[in-house]
Nanobody, 127 residues
Framework: QVQLVESGGGLVQAGGSLRLSCAASGRTFSTFSNYAMGWFRQPPGKEREFVATINWSGSITYYTDSVKGRFTISRDNAKNTVYLQMNKLKPEDTAVYYC?????????????????WGQGTQVTVSS
């Protein structure tokens, strides 16, 4: 069974911080370092959008402009986990956040580039 499980979402005031985690499990992820990972989000009433991506080793990262300088993506291949540290949160960051895995590829911006998805975790930022 292939699973990506997000955790760490919740309700936070504007200016606060949250750390999302995404744990990968299953035979497909026996070599987690074969996967580039990404975080996407879907705000209420809007389409899913790219947030951040990281290559297999963690040496290359990309972010959407609206989160640069506030969010940090990282990974721990020994724990089969990718993280999204979110600081200085704004109400417009409110969304369901999803992690995704891309096999044998570099960092990817488009949702269609990813092979596996988690179920999502809700992040709500109050003003």
């Amino acid at each position: 069974q292939v699973q990506l499980v997000e955790s760490g979402g919740g309700l936070v005031q504007a200016g606060g911080s949250l750390r999302l985690s995404c744990a990968a499990s299953g035979r497909t992820f026996s070599t987690f370092s074969n996967y580039a990972m990404g975080w996407f989000r879907q705000p209420p009433g809007k389409e899913r959008e790219f947030v951040a991506t990281i290559n297999w080793s963690g040496s290359i990262t990309y972010y959407t402009d609206s989160v640069k300088g506030r969010f940090t993506i990282s990974r721990d291949n020994a724990k089969n986990t990718v993280y999204l540290q979110m600081n200085k949160l704004k109400p417009e960051d409110t969304a369901v956040y999803y992690c995704a895995a891309r096999l044998l590829g570099g960092p990817g911006y488009g949702s269609s580039e990813y092979d596996y998805w988690g179920q999502g975790t809700q992040v709500t930022v109050s003003s």
